[in-house]
């Protein structure tokens, strides 16, 4: 059995020896690393796509590789690693928790560049990108607050990290606009992915009495349990319509592809820099699925304050802003809360009646 | 509906996958045979059994084209560690990733398909009891699948001579060999029955509790089964209680979080993990001797001397 599996393994380290000289043309390589499976519909999926584009667009100067399901620990350090040896020359790492393997990756590979996705820690030859996904949870927040009937809305929360605890915040200062009384119920379930467990929080903020659900997880599982419900839901990270076609109002759609190709544009020109971006609306860097299961004023409303976040005619963080215990906050942007302050942001506006875990 | 209703309904949807696979792993594990890949088997049969109800419509040929898938998973087991007598623990292990990877590329063209879940049993009146009505009567196939499956179980291992035969094996391979009982056979056996159940389990997901497949859905719940194992010492009506416990945990903590009860969640979500240890070392003190309910020849290899 062992010299079985002996040859086996041989015999695939040959194929994929042979696969990689093969392809060692004189094309710009560009690497990827995903954090769940490609098929995850949400997250993952959503980079994937950008990919695609990116291959459709660029596809006769460049080749890609992705390298999915790797876990944000020691692997993932290997997996970049891997890429570069293999001859990539420009990386994207596309979760949070990549931050330091990439930038362990990137000391040690000065002339190799890496993009990293959502983090705050740069250098020469790493950058990073994300998307102001709170300008999306507004508009989110605007036909919540018309929407719901009930008055109360359900949030399932993953991690209290900033960019989740800025959408809930961004969601209820939407809300409270149109209803001053509206609640916002949070369940966090510790996970970015696990469908039955988002699905259970989904029950559990309808049987509640929550009437309209909103997630910042990876499943269409709460889209799903909504429409089993009769009741009403937002998507996240992908359109998710498919699982609720009578159910879903809008859904923040990732869209990276504009990024991904500019990026690669850059690299083959010899012009790539290590930027911070932070693309919204108008930057395309995210975009809203079409406004639908709604009367045509809320449509009207939503479509209206799309346009005034994306020509930054309203901010949805305008000062002032009562904190949960009825503090103001500084305002360090002048007329609205500064973006250090919205990338840091671990308090709850007024109104919230959870706590924030861990605080 | 009433809350404390609409919980328990909850309730028994998140317990009954656990209490499915957790079945079929306590007879593997009875019968000396520990295998690890109950996640493994679990998302092959969610895989399969989506893509087998997808394609035929009917929940009924996905539950069984999801059994066959976990079967089939374990056969790959059996093979290894009682055939060739493989270290147990890293077949088990490897056979968890090779059920992720595979379930994935056999999942990856129903991705964002859906279906019709698992009809509901209603009987007028019945049904419509307040309170228990629906808890009782207004469930699906699976849940009550899987009461009768441990029941069934219960009653073939401390009941039954061959019960006694499987226990016998598991407790001590050589000396039931040296009686003529076909070890090898009856262990591959109860590895097939493993898988069976483990695909069950794992159909029950994108069948009933949430009717859609993505990969990787599974989320460690076959993990917990193996848990709940050990959590029932190997007995069988334990494993209901620890299932429904752990269930009721779960969506406990979900529901105080709503309440607003200013729990830190991390907490909460840790609560089911630490009431299984809890309850560990209640049995085992109980007992006075810790770990003596594991069956004797568990994870030991067999090779018959011919």
Not at chain 1, 158 to 184: C, D, H, R, Y
Not at chain 2, 165 to 185: E, F, M, Q, T
Request: hydrophobic share 50%; with cysteine.
């Amino acid at each position: 059995m062992r010299k079985v599996l002996i040859v086996f393994a041989i015999a695939a380290l040959a194929v994929i020896a042979g696969g990689l000289s093969a392809s060692a043309a004189d094309k710009l390589k560009v690497g990827f690393i995903y954090l769940g499976p490609v098929g995850d519909y949400g997250w993952t999926y959503q980079h994937e796509v950008g990919r695609l584009e990116l291959v459709k667009a660029l596809g006769d100067k460049i080749e890609t590789t992705y390298l999915e399901n790797v876990n944000e620990g020691p692997d993932a350090e290997r997996a970049i690693e891997q890429l570069v040896r293999s001859g990539h020359k420009l990386i994207f790492t596309t979760s949070f928790g990549y931050m330091d393997a990439t930038l362990k990756v990137a000391r040690k590979y000065p002339d190799v560049h890496f993009e990293h996705a959502t983090g705050f820690k740069r250098d020469k030859n790493m950058a990073t990108y994300s998307a102001r996904w709170y300008q999306g949870r507004y508009i989110q927040g605007t036909i919540a607050g018309k929407a719901s009937k009930a008055g109360v809305l359900g949030y399932i929360g993953s991690f209290p990290i900033p960019e989740v605890v800025s959408g809930i915040n961004a969601t209820m200062l939407a809300a409270q606009k149109i209803n001053p009384n509206i609640k916002v119920k949070v369940i966090w379930v510790n996970t970015w992915f696990d469908p039955g467990k988002e699905a259970d929080a989904a029950k559990a903020l309808l049987d509640q009495g929550a009437d309209i659900v909103m997630q910042h997880t990876d499943s269409p599982a709460a889209v799903q349990v909504a429409s089993e419900r009769g009741a009403l839901a937002f998507g996240q990270d992908s359109d998710m319509i498919k699982f609720g076609p009578k159910t879903q109002l809008t859904a923040i759609i990732d869209n990276w592809a504009p990024y991904y190709i500019q990026r690669v544009k850059e690299q083959l020109a010899g012009a790539w820099k290590s930027t911070d971006v932070w693309g919204g609306l108008k930057s395309k860097m995210f975009i809203m699925a079409p406004y639908t299961n709604m009367p045509d004023d809320i449509k009207r409303l939503a479509s209206d304050t799309e346009a005034a976040v994306t020509e930054d005619r309203l901010h949805p963080f305008t000062c002032p802003i009562l904190t949960q215990e009825g503090t103001t906050v500084e305002c360090k942007g002048g007329t609205h809360l500064a973006d250090e302050q919205i990338l840091g942001m671990n308090f709850y506006v007024k109104g919230i009646d959870d706590k924030i875990p861990g605080k | 509906m009433g809350l404390l209703e609409a919980i328990i309904l909850s309730v028994l949807a998140a317990s009954t996958p656990l209490l499915l696979a957790a079945a079929g792993e306590l007879v593997t594990e009875r019968a000396g045979v520990l295998n690890l890949g109950v996640e493994g088997m679990m998302i092959m049969g969610a895989a399969c059994g989506f893509a087998g109800a997808y394609l035929t419509g009917s929940t009924l040929l996905g539950a069984g084209v999801g059994i066959a898938a976990g079967t089939a998973t374990s056969a790959i087991f059996a093979a290894l560690t009682l055939g060739l007598a493989v270290n147990q623990v890293a077949t088990g292990l490897a056979l968890t990733i090779l059920g992720i990877g595979l379930s994935g590329l056999i999942g990856a063209g129903f991705v964002g398909d859906r279906i019709v879940g698992a009809p509901h049993l209603h009987i007028p009146l019945l049904t419509d009891t307040p309170l228990i009505g629906r808890v009782l009567f207004g469930q699906d196939a699976f849940v009550y699948a899987s009461v009768a499956l441990v029941i069934a179980i219960w009653w073939f291992l401390h009941r039954t001579r061959a019960g006694l035969i499987l226990r016998a094996i598991g407790d001590n391979h050589a000396s039931a060999h040296a009686l003529g009982y076909p070890v090898l056979k009856i262990r591959t056996l109860a590895v097939l029955f493993g898988g069976a159940c483990a695909g069950l389990g794992g159909a029950y997901l994108p069948l009933a509790y949430t009717p859609f497949f993505i990969p990787g859905m599974t989320a460690g719940r076959g993990w917990i089964a193996l848990a709940l194992v050990v959590f029932a010492s190997w007995r069988p009506m334990r494993l209901v209680v620890g299932a429904y416990l752990f269930g009721a945990v779960t969506i406990l903590q979900l529901h105080a979080q709503g309440a607003g009860l200013g729990i830190p969640s991390q907490l909460m979500s840790s609560l089911p993990y630490l009431a299984t240890v809890l309850v560990l070392v209640v049995i085992s003190r109980a007992r006075g001797t810790a770990g003596s309910a594991a069956p004797a020849s568990l994870g030991a290899a067999f090779v018959p001397d011919r």
